[in-house]
Structure formats: C-alpha cells, structure tokens
C-alpha cells in the first residue's frame, strides 16, 4: 500500500489483472451466436461448391422468366452475401439469375488459418463459382461494394487480359470501395490488424460484439444505423466458423491495394465495359468530395450517382430503394 493507504498503481495492476485473466479466458471461449430466423432462411437458401478443397457458400435464384441476364453480386469487409438481402428480390424481379457468394474467410464460406488470403484469390472463386455454375459463355453483370470492388476489378482486369477467360464482363457497377489509396481511410482497427503486429492475434480475439457494433457503426450514416438485429446478424456472420480470427490476414488486402494499384486502377480507366459507381457520400472510409473527384477525373466513361447526402458507406442497406433506381438506371442506358 502507499502511505495514504490507497494500492499502489503496481498492486492496482495486479488486482486488474486477476479480475481480467478469467474473463478474458471466458471470453474467448464463447461460442458464436445462433443464427437468426432470418440469417437461418439466408443459409438455408444457398449452396456450397468447392474451390481448392475449401467450402464457398453461395446464393443462386432464379427469377425474371424471359431474361437471360444473369447478375453476381460481391460484399465488401468485413461482412458477407447477406449485405444484399434488402435488394435480392426486386434483382430476382429484373434478372433471370442472381448470384452472390460469400469470399473465402467470410460469412457461411470456409476460413482457413493460418492461409493467405489475397484479392487474387478471391478473383479465382468467383471465376471457378462461375464455371461451377455453368456461366462461361455467359456475359454477366457484376455488382460489388467496398472490398468486392477490388475483387471486381482484377476480374475486370483478367478479363480484358484475357487471361483465364471465365468471365464475359457485360456491365460493372462499383459501390464504396476504397480503389484509390490515397483516398482510401481504413479504420483504426483495421490499420492495427492489417499490418500483422504482434497484436494482431490478441486483438482478433478481443474484438467483441460491443466493439464491432461501435466500429460498423461509424460507417453507416446516423439516420441510416442498423438494427440492433441487423446489427447482431452481421456479427453472427463474421463469428461463424471463427471469422473473427482470420481479420488480420484478410486486412492485408489494403497493402495489396497500394501495391497493385496500376494493375487495378489501369483496368478500370482504359476498360470499354459499361461502368458505373454508386456512391454514398458520407463515407468515411472513402471521404466526399474527394473520392468522387479522383473517380470521376479518372474515370471518365463512367456514370455516377450520389445518393442522398446522409447515405454513408453501405448504401444497399443505407438505400435499397435510391441503389436500385440507379442500378436500373444504370442497366437500361446501354
């Protein structure tokens, strides 16, 4: 004790210490939450398919009798296919087939570790879904926000390569993602992970449902907050099959940005595929009006929309309604 008979910091660390190390040890030996009815009805509708022994979930509905066309959707980081729920069925409405997968090491999909994760390899489950799915010959619409932005462009890139040749690309519509870095802000958290510090292990962790709500959050605009529901499944999804502790490796898709970043941005500024950005604009993640004017410098034979002032990073969920009338908008002008 000091002598004013309060612990002295040493004592008062020690006595934190033993209140932590239980709960910590409890901690991480939680199980992931239960789906709910809803994420339940989600899983239950998808299929698996095997992509270099690893499980990849995926949705795939048939709807509009008449059409051909066939839209993929990929969700960005660090949540899954469920990001496109609010939109599934008026997309069912406008396209024969909609097709969304979950990458590897996210939502029902299989997470590895220790594994590498890379955009690359992402664009290969996307192609090797499409072959699955008997779609080669097919020329397919891709929608993608935030990291299945850089997924759709090395897509984009290796189909104007001709490279593999899996994939006819007939439209692009990219939303949020973070393809410039040097507009690109990632999160506290994300820099802390991405960077694979010895931290890194303990934080994935750590990361709790408290910490996870607060951070996913900061990315959806004040009006547009989640549920508590909503909220609660995304988590349900990254703690499914552990996903919380494959974050770091998945993050280092931030330095593959910088790193590849001609091969990515070349694509999609000399590309002559029909290209559009849906954009909310209160993004912090990739800020107004910054973001918008690098894009539209550099990208000129794109079309934009800015949805309303107070949509922030998510707009499918932020604005199912603003999403779609652009995206048909979109779709009908070519």
Same mark, same amino acid.
Do not use: C
């Given at each position: 004790l000091s002598p004013h008979g309060t612990p002295s910091p040493?004592?008062?660390?020690i006595h934190v210490g033993l209140i932590c190390i239980p709960l910590v040890a409890v901690y991480l030996h939680i199980p992931p939450p239960q789906l709910?009815? /809803?994420?339940?009805?989600?899983? !239950?509708?998808?299929?698996?398919?095997?992509?270099?022994?690893?499980? =990849?979930?995926?949705?795939?509905? *048939?709807? /509009?009798?008449?059409s051909s066309d066939v839209v993929i959707l990929l969700h960005g980081f660090p949540t899954s296919s469920y990001d496109w729920n609010k939109i599934w069925e008026p997309?069912?409405?406008?396209?024969?087939?909609?097709?969304?997968?979950?990458?590897?090491?996210?939502?029902?999909s299989e997470k590895p570790?220790?594994?590498? *994760?890379?955009?690359?390899?992402?664009?290969?489950?996307?192609?090797?879904? +499409?072959?699955?799915?008997?779609?080669?010959?097919?020329?397919?619409?891709? +929608?993608s926000h935030d990291y299945g932005d850089t997924v759709a462009l090395e897509l984009l890139y290796r189909s104007e390569q001709n490279r593999t040749g899996h994939l006819t690309l007939n439209s692009l519509c990219l939303s949020n993602g973070g393809i410039f870095p040097e507009t690109h802000y990632p999160r506290l958290l994300q820099t802390?992970?991405?960077? !694979? !510090?010895?931290?890194?292990?303990?934080?994935?962790?750590?990361?709790? *449902?408290?910490?996870?709500?607060?951070g996913i959050g900061e990315v959806f605009g004040p009006y547009t907050q989640p549920t508590d529901a909503e909220f609660w499944d995304m988590w349900t999804g990254l703690r499914?099959?552990?996903?919380?502790?494959?974050?770091?490796?998945?993050?280092? *898709?931030?330095?593959?940005?910088?790193?590849?970043?001609?091969?990515? =941005?070349? /694509?999609l500024t000399s590309t002559l595929v029909p290209l559009h950005m849906i954009y909310g604009?209160?993004?912090?993640?990739?800020?107004?009006?910054?973001?918008? @004017?690098?894009?539209?410098?550099? =990208?000129? @034979?794109?079309? =934009?929309?800015?949805?309303?002032?107070?949509?922030?990073?998510?707009?499918?969920?932020?604005?199912p309604t603003g999403f779609l009338n652009a995206y048909f908008n979109f779709i009908h002008s070519f």
């Open positions: 040493r004592e008062w660390w709910s009815p /809803a994420l339940q009805k989600w899983h !239950s509708a998808g299929q698996v398919f095997y992509f270099r022994g690893r499980k =990849v979930f995926y949705r795939d509905s *048939y709807g /509009a009798l008449g997309l069912t409405q406008r396209f024969h087939r909609v097709v969304a997968p979950d990458f590897l090491g996210f939502g029902f570790r220790p594994h590498k *994760y890379s955009i690359f390899e992402q664009a290969s489950v996307v192609e090797a879904l +499409v072959v699955h799915l008997g779609l080669i010959n097919q020329r397919v619409n891709v +929608v802390l992970l991405k960077d !694979s !510090s010895f931290l890194a292990p303990v934080l994935t962790r750590l990361t709790n *449902y408290m910490m996870f709500q607060k499914y099959n552990d996903g919380n502790l494959v974050l770091d490796s998945i993050l280092r *898709y931030i330095n593959q940005r910088l790193k590849h970043r001609e091969r990515w =941005v070349g /694509a604009p209160l993004d912090p993640v990739n800020p107004h009006p910054q973001f918008i @004017r690098l894009y539209q410098q550099l =990208v000129q @034979r794109s079309t =934009v929309t800015i949805l309303d002032e107070h949509i922030s990073h998510y707009p499918q969920l932020e604005d």
